[in-house]
């Protein structure tokens, strides 16, 4: 009898495999990749000259934009793009077809959320590049080993939440809605888009419940000319760690093969069986 | 030795009973066809042997093993042709079969599997291109690329044109020669004659009927007489016109009528003397042993009676 292929293979293979559905689908890389860039060159036309005042000085506007959105494409390449795939897949009946292979699900959970790093690295990769040679963005070499951590410890709370969200929405409709209504108005309180000053006290609560805004702060601190190097900012690390933990149990004891038509469940066939 | 034995299998849904004490067991290298109307049971009980999901009670064995706990080991043994399952539509056949493949011990290639269902032209096509019956084939490929010991087959050949059909029936034999294991539901009464070596008949989550088709066909006593309406007599009247001529109740499907007997040679004197007097032809006028759609039909009457 042969072996089974070895765990690295498969692994590999699955992460592969999902990149390639992820470049034939045109929408997903215009949305994940194309959009961030889309918005970076749009608001540093708009209001790239500007200055951003914060406690520790003041800050070209082109820089907070580059940091922000790189972090925001991050996000999206992890949450939004695995709460899209997922339930697409489970409603296609693809996710039931592969429960039926010897492929353990725990590699083909690992084939999604590794592609989705490597896409997260993609996005930030070209975000940072377009930075450097148009938006005076730039990199200090002693800062990278914080800007690596930041992304790796963001893009794995990210991609926990996407698998929970994804779990926990029933199809894949309203499972796209859902992602782009938590993430957005999100983005807006998160010094994504706009870096408020003085907020509403309410919008900088919401800001600080989520891990958006800790995650966007923390990678802007790596690209921040008055952030001293090494820029760790651990309090926000554990904090996205935190986030990112309750997003993997979540994920993990709710995630379903199933679209949720194929069987009655939920709390309406629960009381349909009590009444009966 | 048996490659799938199940014993009093029960599966509950809220209130409803969805398979109600089920029992057989199918034989290493049997072809095995579980046989009923839609919402009979026969996926919930395929979709247990797999161990897609769980029986509410019942022991169930397969190939040796509890399938709701097996594990990499079980699921390398088996193929899985489901009803509802999909494929990456991004992906060409060629593709497919190659990811699917390579989670296996053993593979068959793709030139071969191709050609196995039928698919040469289409092996560079994305599967989003195929029309919907060679998707179905697309499905059965990636049910036999592991070389499964033991196939189980949920309505494969639903949406088939007759000569895919017939192609993919020519397929399904060929692995049971082979030496393979293959459990199949079907509503094709055609299909279970030709393929299975043993029929279960399921209604209503229970199994009314079990044998080879020429036991359950030999069971059944009674001849079948058919004819097609002639144009004298309107289909409304069909059963009140020819019921008291055959005495026996008769069925009719569009201008064809038939009925069970139990004494053909009389019951067919007395229909052409009918027909004689009347003045009318009997087209397509016939006298034969009844097929297993004949036994399932009076199965399902029969059930469908007990229970009112």
């Known amino acids: 009898m042969n072996s089974f292929p070895t765990t690295v293979k498969l692994v590999t293979t699955q992460t592969r495999y999902q990149l390639v559905t992820f470049r034939r689908i045109p929408v997903a890389v215009f949305f994940t990749l194309g959009l961030p860039l889309v918005m970076l060159v749009l608001f540093n036309a708009l209001f790239g000259n500007s200055t951003i005042e914060t406690p520790e000085g003041s800050w070209s506007s082109k820089q907070f934009y580059t940091g922000g959105l790189a972090a925001f494409t991050a996000v999206s390449a992890t949450y939004t793009n695995l709460a899209n795939m997922v339930p697409i897949r489970r409603d296609e009946g693809v996710l039931k077809r592969w429960r039926g292979t010897p492929l353990p699900t725990w590699m083909y959970v690992s084939g999604f959320i590794l592609s989705a790093v490597v896409i997260a690295f993609i996005g930030v990769t070209l975000m940072l590049t377009l930075g450097v040679f148009a938006y005076d963005l730039e990199i200090d070499l002693a800062k990278m080993p914080a800007a690596f951590v930041t992304f790796f410890i963001g893009v794995g709370c990210f991609a926990a939440l996407g698998m929970a969200l994804a779990s926990l929405v029933k199809s894949a409709s309203s499972a796209a809605a859902a992602a782009n209504a938590t993430i957005l108005p999100l983005a807006f309180v998160s010094n994504v888009f706009i870096q408020i000053d003085d907020p509403p006290q309410w919008v900088e609560i919401v800001g600080n419940i989520f891990p958006l805004k800790p995650f966007v702060e923390a990678f802007q601190d790596c690209f921040t000319p008055f952030v001293e190097a090494p820029a760790f900012n651990w309090s926000s690390l554990a904090f996205i760690t935190a986030w990112g933990i309750l997003g993997l149990v979540v994920a993990l004891r709710k995630f379903t093969w199933e679209p949720s038509g194929s069987a009655p469940r939920g709390r309406r066939a629960r009381r349909a069986a009590a009444n009966s | 030795m048996s490659a799938i034995e199940v014993s009093d299998l029960r599966k509950q849904y809220g209130d409803t009973q969805a398979v109600d004490g089920v029992s057989f067991h199918v034989r290493k290298g049997e072809v095995y066809a579980l046989l009923g109307e839609n919402g009979a049971g026969k996926s919930t009980i395929v979709e247990i042997l797999e161990g897609h999901r ?8 397969v190939l040796g093993v509890d ?16 009803q509802s399952s999909g494929v990456e539509s991004e992906f060409t056949v060629r593709e497919v079969i190659e990811l699917y493949g390579g989670c296996y011990r053993t593979r068959r290639g793709v030139d071969e599997l191709v050609n196995m269902v039928g698919l040469e032209e289409k092996v560079d096509s ?20 592991g070389k499964p010991e033991l196939l189980f087959l ?3 050949t639903t949406g088939f044109d007759p000569s895919a059909r017939r192609k993919s029936w020519d397929l399904i034999e060929q692995l049971g020669n082979d030496g393979a294991t293959v459990m199949l539901t079907t509503h094709y009464l055609d299909e279970a004659e030709r393929l299975a070596d043993r029929v279960g008949v399921l209604s209503r989550g229970q199994l009314i009927a079990e044998g080879t088709p020429e036991e359950l066909i ?6 079948v007489v058919s004819f097609m309406l002639p144009d004298s007599v309107e289909a409304v009247d069909a059963a009140s016109t020819f ?9 009719v499907s569009g201008r064809l009528v038939e009925a069970t007997v139990e004494h053909s040679a009389s019951a067919v004197n007395r229909l052409t003397g009918w027909a004689l007097d009347a003045g009318v032809e009997l087209d397509s006028l016939s006298v034969s042993r009844p097929s297993l759609e004949d036994v399932y039909l009076s199965l399902t009457e029969q059930a469908d009676g007990d229970l009112q």
């Open chain 2, 54 to 61: 769980k029986a509410t009670s019942g022991a169930i064995e």
């Open chain 2, 67 to 82: 399938p709701s706990t097996a594990g990499r080991e079980f699921r390398d043994r088996i193929g899985i042709v489901l």
């Open chain 2, 126 to 145: 994305r599967v989003g291109t195929l029309s919907g019956g060679q998707r179905r084939r697309v499905d059965l490929a990636l049910g036999i690329v």
């Open chain 2, 154 to 156: 949920d309505e494969p």
């Open chain 2, 218 to 223: 030999r069971e059944m006593s009674g001849t």
């Open chain 2, 243 to 251: 019921g008291p001529v055959l005495g026996v109740d008769i069925r």
